[in-house]
């Protein structure tokens, strides 16, 4: 157990709906980076949040966006869904103080588009 | 980008030895190693550094080799909780994870 949780646990919804994804990252972390995981690929780098601030951005478009809340909790927030964002979502928390740090997965949101 | 993995999958029988590797095409600072079992979160295994550190805490060894921009992680004397896919991960940029396309690993009895 990493102390990194995720809600919800599941969700499906409809082409050209929103949806928001919660992470609560482990304590006495202060950074939240968000990866979607497609089914058989390795996790997909989404963006990361360092201190409310997003601290850098893979390839998605601006329809994702995230928040991290001064408890460094944070959501991932996804407008117009599209069939292709049915994926695993996962958030993963680590604690940066200068150097490489270690990143802790949560159990991830599986997001279904229909 | 992605780093590459070779082999794609393997399959061992309980005591085996194995070896996945994960090389790069770019310089390399730092490779994250994680293993993630079905319909779980990947878990982290270990983290090697450029300059030869090491942080991990399962008993699995793993090498770095910062001038041909690889790593190999090592399973000896395999388990059947050992199955699973194995990532490598490598940083972009402070915390911007790559990772590869995974190396199926599945231990039989």
């Known amino acids: 157990e990493t102390g990194v949780t995720q809600s919800p646990t599941h969700l499906i919804k409809t082409r050209g709906q929103q949806v928001t994804l919660r992470c609560s990252s482990q304590?006495?972390?202060?950074?939240v980076s968000w990866y979607q995981q497609a089914l058989g690929q390795g996790p997909q780098f989404i963006f990361q949040?360092?201190?409310?601030?997003e601290n850098g951005r893979g390839n998605f478009p601006p329809r994702f966006s995230g928040l991290q809340f001064p408890n460094y909790s944070s959501e991932l927030n996804v407008n117009a869904l599209e069939l292709d964002d049915s994926a695993l979502y996962l958030c993963?928390?680590?604690?940066w103080g200068g150097g490489t740090d270690t990143q802790y997965f949560g159990p991830g949101t599986r997001l279904t588009v229909l | 980008q992605q780093p590459v993995q070779s082999p794609q999958a393997v399959i061992l029988r309980e005591g085996e030895d194995a070896v996945i590797n994960c090389s790069s095409s770019k310089a390399l600072y730092s490779v994250h190693w994680y293993r993630q079992k079905h319909g779980e979160a990947p878990v982290f295994l270990m983290i090697?550094?450029?300059?030869?550190e090491q942080k991990g805490h399962e008993k699995i060894s793993a090498s770095f080799n910062e001038k041909k921009q690889q790593s190999s992680l090592y399973l000896t004397a395999s388990q059947l909780s050992y199955s699973g896919t194995y990532f490598c991960g490598t940083e972009l940029g402070r915390g911007k994870l790559i990772f590869g396309q995974g190396t199926e690993l599945s231990v039989k009895p």
């Open positions: 090697l550094l450029k300059g030869g």
């Open positions: 993963a928390s680590s604690f």
């Open positions: 304590s006495g972390h202060n950074t």
């Open positions: 949040y360092y201190r409310e601030e």
